[in-house]
């Protein structure tokens, strides 16, 4: 099994960026492809990136692409979802989800969550 935590959200004003870390327990955590998802109230949960077990896969939705940037840290056990030039629009809880299968832009696909970090966006 793989538990996972995120740490990072927060309040930021639009155009401000964030850092967003997932701290994985466990010793296969290379074995793990990792994704990262939001959800809003009354939404279903929406893909937001995902990257390959050594990190050279990297994929994102288009709503991100080009302002968020996932990596992952194998020795540290750790996935990362730098966010940057922030919209009010990126307001959601952020989860982030471990599947020995990668680049699952499917929530129903993946076996681990972690209990999510709300990030704010002010406009």
């Known amino acids: 099994q793989v538990q996972l935590a995120e740490s990072g959200g927060g309040l930021v004003q639009a155009g401000g960026s964030l850092r967003l870390s997932c701290a994985a327990s466990?010793?296969?955590?290379?074995?793990?492809?990792m994704g990262w998802f939001r959800q809003t109230p009354g939404k279903e949960r929406e893909f937001v990136a995902a990257?390959?077990?050594?990190?050279?896969?990297?994929y994102y939705s288009d709503s991100v692409k080009g302002r968020f940037t996932i990596s992952r840290d194998n020795a540290k056990n750790t996935v990362y979802l730098q966010m940057n030039s922030l919209k009010p629009e990126d307001t959601a809880v952020y989860y982030c989800a471990a599947d020995r299968v990668p680049n699952l832009r499917s929530p129903a696909l993946y076996d681990y969550w972690g209990q999510g970090t709300q990030v704010t966006v002010s406009s």
């Open positions: 990257i390959s077990w050594g990190g050279g896969g990297t």
């Open positions: 466990g010793r296969t955590f290379s074995s793990y492809a």
